[in-house]
């Protein structure tokens, strides 16, 4: 296994975590590898508020940078209502449920009759 991804799977792993911990609803992961060159990962998860979603992401980035020393790109996180979190190998967003369903990102990034992976 290399080991850039070895750390996208660890990176992986502690956004997970770190979304269980605060409380995310509706999480689901997206394997992006061979199908996207941006990232390996992605995750899309929904906070029940702004106020939820903002805390999510901020508890996140400063999570990574603790444990894995470097910044995410951030954006949204004024709004509260969609939050977009780069980290480089694993990209996340978190919604509110209404920005969500609008959005449907996860429809355009599963195959058609697929599910996400929820491991």
């Known amino acids: 296994m ?7 799977d660890k ?20 394997n992006l590898q061979g199908k996207s060159s941006v990232a390996d990962h992605m995750v ?5 508020s702004t106020r939820q979603v903002a805390a999510m992401a901020e508890k996140l980035t400063d999570r990574i940078k603790q444990e894995f020393g ?4 951030v954006e949204g996180k004024d709004a509260g209502d969609w939050v977009l979190i780069d980290t480089g190998d694993v990209i996340v967003h978190i919604f509110r449920p209404e920005v969500r ?9 599963l195959p058609q009759g697929g599910s996400a992976s929820a491991n």
């Open 2 to 8: 290399a080991h850039s991804q070895s750390i996208s």
């Open 11 to 30: 990176l992986l792993e502690r956004i997970l975590s770190s979304l269980s911990d605060d409380k995310a609803e509706d999480v689901v992961q997206i």
């Open 44 to 48: 899309i998860a929904s906070g029940r």
């Open 70 to 73: 470097f910044t995410s790109k």
């Open 101 to 109: 369903e609008f959005y449907q990102l996860e429809k355009m990034w």
